[in-house]
């Protein structure tokens, strides 16, 4: 069955986007996922379709009206996760992309301005998810690199050989480096273990490189490696 991705967002053209190109596009047009979007602001309140309002309490920005992010959640919601992409959320991880992977489709909440009255998350027990410590100027960019992440999981949308490579990352390490032809360039040689044709002496030095580097620039990774738990 086709996992059904639903977008709201008051920037509609903004999707599919990138994911319109390359793999999640094929995928696309293969009918493997599948991405609604609506507009928020068919929602909105009155003549002039209002979709915010100021704060209460004060302060700067305007804050997205429960009533109609709820109505808008209410034209697609059918049992999927709902999620709400937000700085303030819990870190999105591999693990997460692959849970949305395994289930029917997803509901995707973009917020702009200060963002989402508290009740619209809580009335929908909305999945508050952050991409990393850093802030957009709202939830369409996380949403695009979310779906990136799941959709290439799904069945059908990858090759054998890349799934592969998944389950390395899945294993909590960083991946080894890649070399290809030239086998000399720029004055710059590769690894002669890679050039040796012993399989087993190519895999020990790929996994001690991604040690290597999972210690030096991830030490977060690397304690809490499951070979390690
Ligand atoms: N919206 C704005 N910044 C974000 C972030 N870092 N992650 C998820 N959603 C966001």
């Not at 289930?103 to 990393?132: F, H, K, P, T, W």
């Not at 290439?152 to 070399?179: D, I, K, N, T």
Request: aromatic share 8%; proline share 6%; net charge negative.
């Amino acid at each position: 069955m086709t996992w059904r991705a639903s977008v709201l967002t008051l920037f509609p053209d903004m999707f599919p986007g990138p994911l319109g190109q390359s793999l999640a596009g094929r995928a696309l047009q293969e009918t493997i996922w599948s991405l609604d979007v609506a507009d928020i602001r068919n929602f909105g309140i009155g003549k002039h379709r209002k979709v915010d309002d100021t704060p209460f309490g004060g302060g700067a920005g305007m804050v997205m009206r429960a009533d109609v992010v709820d109505a808008a959640v209410a034209s697609v919601a059918d049992g999927r996760p709902i999620v709400y992409p937000t700085p303030r959320g819990r870190r999105f991880t591999q693990a997460d992309a692959q849970r949305f992977a395994a289930g029917n489709g997803i509901v995707l909440v973009c917020g702009r301005y200060e963002g989402l009255d508290q009740r619209a998350i809580e009335a929908r027990s909305m999945e508050e998810v952050s991409i990393g410590d850093y802030v957009l100027s709202g939830g369409e960019l996380a949403a695009l690199v979310l779906l990136d992440s799941v959709v290439r999981l799904l069945p059908g949308v990858m090759g054998a050989a890349e799934s592969a490579e998944e389950e390395s990352f899945s294993a909590g390490l960083l991946e080894y480096p890649h070399f290809t032809r030239p086998a000399e360039w720029a004055g710059r040689t590769v690894p002669d273990v890679l050039l040796s044709g012993n399989h087993a002496a190519v895999a020990a030095w790929r996994q001690a490189e991604s040690e290597q580097i999972t210690m030096q620039r991830r030490p977060d990774l690397w304690a809490a490696r499951p070979s390690n738990l």
